[in-house]
């Protein structure tokens, strides 16, 4: 059989990891603050860092910021402290698998808005406001996972006005934000709206996701109610990993390596753009201009059942397309992770997945 082709986990490249530096800023903050960063601490996370992620990601203070051990765990606990079971929630259809799983465990009911290419159907999105009274909206806005697609700014004002209208909190999860490849920014939602915004990010993809640190940023009150949640659950988050994390930002490190993953990154998204231009024309796909994923919809007819199954015996590893949606109902979807594959590989993956298609 032909090499394993993996499409299957959005992990950074191996390459992009580097435990030198991060040993070094250990040794830093260990010789810096050893005695805090081996302590009991703040729920809330190690204080030099909670102010350099306000500083820097949009908190007015550190009284607004939570560092905890990567961003899903606060995603979990918020879920816990802030929703009921039997509450609504909406989400992007598709959306991060484990963020629904998040939502399920809680007992809400989950509730998928189709994506466009510039982000959720306005008109449904209304409709589903109307319908189900949701508590939240949990969106990826900055080059989503698992689609790729960038919620145009005109979007992100009028689901906030719609959101502040209803009542209701957006979660707004932004952990490829940096990783641009072209094109131009566009405003947070927590900058359009910060009284309802919930802001969460996290150096997984920027540092390391075995360093397990995340954060959000959100009004005072709710963070010390995560908090208290947090500190019956872990009591104190890792510490020293915050102090690594703390040392790299404050020394310029994470900018520095933010451009680095940039020019690793770029050519992989053009590689697998131009493969897919090549080989799918028949299909639709996004024209992913940052992160870590491009969304594929195979063509209409296609029996997706028999093509995910050929694929595995053929060497390609997918994620299958049930966990990205609420209700899956058979959509023809195809994760298309690319920053852990080098470009002739994503060449050799993209032509072994047409192939496959050609033939079921
Ligand atoms: C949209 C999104 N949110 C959250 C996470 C998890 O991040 P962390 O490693 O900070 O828990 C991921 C990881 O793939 C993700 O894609």
Redesign the pocket.
């Given at each position: 059989m032909e090499e394993v082709i993996s499409f299957n986990r959005?992990v950074p490249a191996t390459s992009s990891l580097h435990p030198d530096e991060v040993s070094d800023a250990a040794a830093a903050v260990l010789e810096e603050d050893g005695k805090n960063v081996l302590q009991y601490g703040d729920s809330r996370g190690y204080p030099p860092l909670r102010q350099e992620v306000a500083d820097k990601y949009g908190g007015d203070s550190r009284a607004e910021v939570l560092v905890g051990n990567?961003?899903?765990?606060i995603?979990d606990s918020l879920a816990h402290v802030y929703l009921s079971p039997g509450d609504a929630v909406l989400v992007e259809k598709p959306s991060?698998d484990?963020?629904i799983k998040i939502f399920d465990r809680v007992g809400v009911n989950v509730f998928g808005v189709e994506m466009e290419k510039d982000g959720v159907n306005l008109g449904k999105f209304a409709d589903m406001v109307d319908r189900v009274d949701p508590k939240l909206f949990y969106t990826?806005p900055d080059f989503?996972?698992p689609t790729g697609i960038t919620t145009s700014g005109k979007k992100r004002k009028r689901v906030a006005e719609m959101a502040r209208d209803a009542g209701m909190t957006i979660i707004e999860?932004s952990?490829?934000r940096r990783l641009r490849y072209s094109g131009e920014d566009e405003p947070t939602y927590r900058s359009i709206a910060p009284d309802c915004v919930v802001q969460?990010?996290?150096?997984?993809?920027l540092i390391s996701?075995g360093i397990?640190?995340?954060w959000i940023i959100a009004r005072e009150e709710l963070i010390d109610e995560v908090a208290r949640f947090s500190e019956d659950t872990y009591i104190t988050p890792s510490l020293l990993s915050q102090g690594v994390v703390s040392h790299l930002m404050r020394t310029g490190w994470v900018e520095e390596n933010v451009k680095r993953l940039v020019d690793l990154y770029k050519p992989r998204l053009d590689a697998t753009l131009s493969s897919l231009g090549e080989l799918f024309s028949q299909a639709d796909w996004v024209e992913a201009r940052g992160g870590?994923f491009v969304g594929l919809w195979l063509p209409e007819g296609t029996d997706v059942e028999k093509f995910y199954g050929q694929a595995k015996n053929e060497g390609l590893t997918l994620s299958s397309p049930k966990g990205f949606y609420p209700d899956y109902d058979g959509e023809r979807f195809v994760r298309l992770p690319f920053p852990a594959l080098k470009p002739e590989e994503i060449e050799a993956g993209v032509s072994r997945l047409a192939s496959i298609w050609e033939n079921v």
């Open positions: 959005g990567g961003s899903l765990q995603l991060y484990r963020s990826v989503h996972n999860d952990p490829y969460m990010s996290s150096v997984s993809k996701p397990r640190v995340g870590f």
